[in-house]
């Protein structure tokens, strides 16, 4: 979280704890500053205040997306979105076809990208809503939205885009977008966990999905996470002065590591179209060893690091977009992500390649394989 | 993030035994780099047919190597016969426990070790004479069936925490669930409880189980013959019995007590059990 967040949250907390949708004075500052705040956030959307809706996280702001336009099409019941989305969505997708819905997941290829014919087959005018994410959250690969929301909105379909990953890392310009509704997280702007954002364009049909009061113009009822709404107001007027960074500083930074890691670890594989991929985000996976042993090792060192391998989560299979994707299994199971930010700088880089090759190697020197491997090779 | 004991940790980060025998006397290999986790075990005998050295390689996550390096640690210095005894929950129990979800990774040590067992004798774990169930993970009926008898394993779940089957695409549930349910039933018509935990009963426990030790094993082999038992007090590991009807009389009642109750309350409870009688 950034310290600049914290710090505006605060009073929030003490001083101006009044409800905002009370009529008296001590409310009503309060409503001026939620106010600010969503003017905040639509200006870094390029959007306006009254289409921004704030809700509890990414996960709320995808079902509330997804479950208020098929309320509002209820004689429509079929629904589109990739293999490769977040659980928000895909297992809203595994959710609908239990209650009778046809669900159509559109593949991805070795790089993970979209095939844009699918999805004009897959349309119908049965068809209630499309869910395609602006980028994946395991490897960063960025979907082509516009050209995916002109296909969808040719044939008069709302479209929803989960931009969770996407947000602050790439510029999102809703004035000149096909998207209709779109998802955001707090947490991934540096504002803390438990706020999210949904973008409903105005003249969309939308039922609420959280029923309650007046709130959010009714669009979602509960009162107002008032702190945390300032927090996140403060973390997206950071990310449009931070963007240009994101593209500069921290894709450089990124680059090195990956190019790095690529020339001093051999079998190592980069996930992902390079071509079209967020600037923060690195997917590599290390053939013939597991990744929550690289994990453990590397969090012993002070490295965070997430996974796409099974052994993180509990599940028995690496990741769905990895699996998706068709990565060869010998390395599919040795996936790791890293995720770097304005925060991150290249002494810490520096850190990761000095450590990483060493644990790699550790690893597959316990590996069955990897000396089969070596053999295989003519290698000793 | 999981929960991995101090020993778990230690075992990962600082593995025994690591490497392959050359020349081993018997080497066994299970998983594969498509299931997301193997181990190839190899040891050597010395001259009383003790396990002398044992070595492992494994490709996994931290409670797979953990588990590996366990095993190896386990086995050496025993005889075949006495390695062929260690179960699944003795490696996770050398290991201080394992999460429920990594339970596999121990039965995978059990497995390796059955394997290499088996290469010793000139034997071989044929796969093909067993169905598969799960084709996700190749995992056999044998296995499963194994895995619920050895860790009284009552849900699908369960099963693929311990074995892995069914952790893919599911398709194999209702299969899975059906071996439950036949095994089950059979535990149940052989008597067969499940293997007794080896951590110290309570109390409270042990009074319990020698009440139903007795009142299982004993008391109806007593009754056919008109004589009866009663349990008046347990105190630390002696069991105070009176001896009933027929019994209290009988010539051979101390041959009763000591061959007969004593025996089974020693297999079923706990074996420092001694039975006294208490004279009426």
């Known amino acids: 979280m950034a310290p600049e967040v914290l710090e505006a949250m605060l009073p929030y907390f003490s001083e101006f704890y009044g409800n905002p949708s009370s009529m008296h004075f001590f409310g009503g500052q309060v409503q001026k500053k939620i106010n600010e705040a969503r003017e905040k956030v639509a200006d870094f959307l390029g959007a306006e205040p009254s289409e921004i809706v704030f809700t509890s996280c990414g996960t709320e702001s995808d079902n509330a997306a997804i479950f208020g336009t098929l309320d509002s099409y209820p004689e429509k019941r079929h629904f589109i979105t990739s293999r490769v989305e977040h659980p928000a969505v895909m297992n809203v997708s595994s959710y609908l ?13 070795r790089e993970g990208r979209l095939d844009l014919d699918d999805l004009k087959e897959a349309i119908t005018d049965n068809t209630a809503i499309v869910s395609i994410m602006y980028a994946n959250n395991e490897t960063g690969v960025i979907f082509p939205i516009e050209e995916i929301g002109q296909i969808v909105k040719s044939s008069g379909i709302p479209f929803h885009t989960d931009a969770v990953q996407a947000a602050g890392k790439i510029p999102l310009n809703m004035k000149k977008s096909t998207v209709d509704t779109l998802s955001i997280s707090g947490h991934k702007l540096h504002a803390p966990k438990g706020i999210g954002i949904l973008y409903i364009r105005k003249g969309t049909k939308f039922s609420p999905f959280m029923i309650g009061g007046h709130q959010e113009k009714g669009r979602r009822g509960g009162t107002e996470n008032v702190p945390y709404i300032i927090g996140i107001g403060k973390a997206c007027e950071l990310a449009k002065k931070h963007l240009e960074d994101e593209n500069t500083k921290v894709r450089a930074l990124r680059d090195y590591l990956e190019s790095k890691i690529l020339e001093k670890i051999p079998n190592t594989l980069v996930n992902g179209d390079s071509k079209s991929r967020l600037p923060n985000t690195v997917s590599v996976s290390f053939e013939y060893v597991e990744g929550e042993s690289i994990l453990l090792l590397l969090s012993d060192l002070g490295i965070c690091a997430s996974s796409g391998s099974a052994c993180t989560s509990g599940s028995l299979e690496p990741s769905h977009v990895l699996r998706a994707m ?8 040795g996936s790791i992500r890293f995720s770097l930010s304005i925060y991150n700088t290249k002494e810490e880089m520096d850190y990761i390649i000095e450590h990483l090759p060493p644990i790699i190697q550790r690893l597959r020197d316990i590996s069955p394989f990897w000396k089969d491997y070596l053999k295989s090779q003519g290698k000793k | 993030m999981w929960d991995y004991t101090e020993k778990v940790k230690d075992h990962f980060l600082n593995p025994r035994n690591v490497g392959e025998i050359e020349n081993p006397d018997g080497a066994g290999e299970v998983g594969s780099l498509a299931c997301g986790d193997a181990l190839r075990l190899s040891f050597k005998l010395d001259e009383q047919k003790k396990i002398k050295e044992a070595k492992f390689k494994t490709f996994g996550c931290a409670s797979a190597i953990a588990s590996s390096s366990a095993l190896t640690e386990i086995i050496k210095g025993m005889t075949l016969e006495e390695a062929e005894k260690v179960t699944n929950q003795d490696i ?16 995978m040590g059990r497995e390796a070790l ?3 067992i088996a290469n010793y004798r000139g034997q071989k774990v ?22 619920i008898r050895e860790n009284d394993l009552k849900t699908v779940e369960q099963v693929t925490y311990y074995t892995k089957a069914g952790g893919g695409c599911a398709q194999c549930h209702p299969k899975i669930e059906a071996i439950i349910e036949q095994v089950r039933k059979e535990m149940e018509k ?15 426990q042990k009074i319990k189980l020698i009440e139903e030790t007795l009142g299982r094993e004993i008391v109806p082999a007593l009754k056919a013959d008109g004589g009866d038992i009663d349990l008046i007090d347990v ?23 000591k ?20 004279k009426p």
């Open chain 2, 259 to 278: 061959q007969y109750v004593e025996s089974k309350l020693k297999e079923f409870v706990s074996d420092d059990l001694v039975v006294e009688e208490v």
């Open chain 1, 326 to 333: 068709g990565v060869p299994f010998t390395a599919a199971h």
């Open chain 1, 97 to 109: 076809n239990r209650k009778g819905y046809r669900t159509t997941e559109i593949a991805v290829d």
């Open chain 2, 126 to 147: 044929v796969k093909e004479d067993f169905e598969i169930v799960c084709k996700c993970f190749g995992v056999t009926d044998r296995e499963i069936i194994k895995a």
């Open chain 2, 114 to 116: 059955e394997s290499a």
């Open chain 2, 92 to 107: 996770a129990n050398y290991l201080g426990g394992l999460p429920e979800e990594k339970m596999h990774c121990s039965v």
């Open chain 2, 235 to 257: 105190d630390g590991s002696k069991v105070y019995v009176a001896l009933r009807g027929k019994c209290s009389f009988c010539p051979s009642s101390e041959f009763t007590l």
């Open chain 2, 190 to 204: 052989e008597g067969l409880r499940p293997k007794p935990e080896k951590r110290k009963l309570t109390n409270i």
